[in-house]
């Protein structure tokens, strides 16, 4: 809705509040990274001058994930070392290891929107392999999304002569998703691009999963390969079955992933520490203000 831009412009020395801006997928990522918007359309011009305008009137920057404020200081010649990486982390006390058994089925869960831009169709796609291996296989796919995407994945686990392995229960509240979680075996969102570090990674690996994404980009900055998790290719379907398939192989590795994830979050990404940060920068740049009352 433009609200920051008209909010900056309008900033006066005697009615002027600190503002500060979190990169959480700017609009040079989304452009060139994922196609939308079109680089040379008129919309993408408008989007671009109001983004650096937003970026040069701010008094403070923070990312969540060095990958936006990468592609900042690429795009608008932003300085990273003055950008720190902030997030707001995961609730480690509602998301956590449930002691409660685990599925009596092989089960990958998925959460987020179910787009093919969240690599939702390749999980399904290596899933329908791995299920000629593990015949009592089954893809949880939490969330909502588009009928038509959802059509589609039936349609191909259906093609593939395994009618029940795609399971949709739909939205899942925040209080109950970690009962899901716990019962899992395996978290996999292989979304082809994640400008953050993405909350539903650090999720999972509160609650002692393995955790699979891609290469390249902001989740990618959260999951230690081959430690907490496995970075697959995006849009590569065999490097996805390959780490799949490891993982539901091997229960000792399954669970030593697990518990390196958990404290990983517990380590780096806990709600209370990184709220703190939060703070302590909010308040700096106010400081800082205070000082420089000519900042506007």
């Not at 989304?30 to 196609?35: D, I």
């Not at 990486?85 to 990958?108: C, N, S």
């Not at 590569?236 to 697990?258: I, V």
Request: proline letters at 6%; aromatic letters at 8%.
């Amino acid at each position: 809705g433009c609200e920051a831009y008209v909010h900056l412009l309008n900033r006066t020395e005697w009615n002027s509040v600190p503002s500060v801006i979190q990169l959480h997928g700017p609009i040079v990522m989304f452009a060139h990274a994922l196609g939308w918007p079109e680089p040379d359309s008129e919309f993408y011009r408008v989007a671009r001058l109001m983004e650096e305008t937003c970026l040069r009137l701010a008094d403070g920057i923070y990312s969540s994930s060095r990958c936006s404020a990468d592609w900042c200081a690429k795009y608008y010649g932003l300085d990273t070392q003055s950008i720190p990486v902030l997030h707001t982390g995961v609730d480690t006390a509602t998301f956590r290891p449930l002691p409660i058994p685990k599925q009596t089925r092989p089960t990958i869960a998925f959460v987020g929107r179910i787009e093919r831009n969240k690599g939702v169709d390749r999980l399904v796609e290596a899933g329908c392999k791995l299920a000629d291996e593990f015949p009592e296989l089954r893809i949880q796919v939490i969330g909502r999304g588009s009928p038509k995407v959802v059509a589609e994945l039936s349609r191909t686990a259906n093609a593939a002569g395994h009618p029940d392995l795609i399971e949709f229960p739909g939205y899942i509240s925040r209080e109950e998703l970690p009962e899901y979680l716990s019962r899992a075996h395996v978290f996999a969102a292989p979304s082809v691009y994640e400008g953050g570090p993405g909350f539903v990674y650090l999720e999972a690996m509160a609650c002692g999963l393995p955790v699979i994404a891609c290469q390249g980009s902001g989740a990618a900055e959260v999951i230690d390969d081959g430690e907490t998790g496995f970075l697959v290719e995006p849009g590569n379907e065999k490097s996805l079955y390959q780490a799949l398939a490891r993982l539901l192989r091997d229960e000792t590795l399954r669970n030593r992933m697990g518990r390196c994830a958990r404290n990983y979050v517990e380590r780096e990404a806990n709600s209370e520490e990184c709220l703190s940060r939060l703070e302590s920068f909010y308040c700096h740049v106010v400081e800082r203000c205070r000082r420089t009352p000519e900042h506007v």
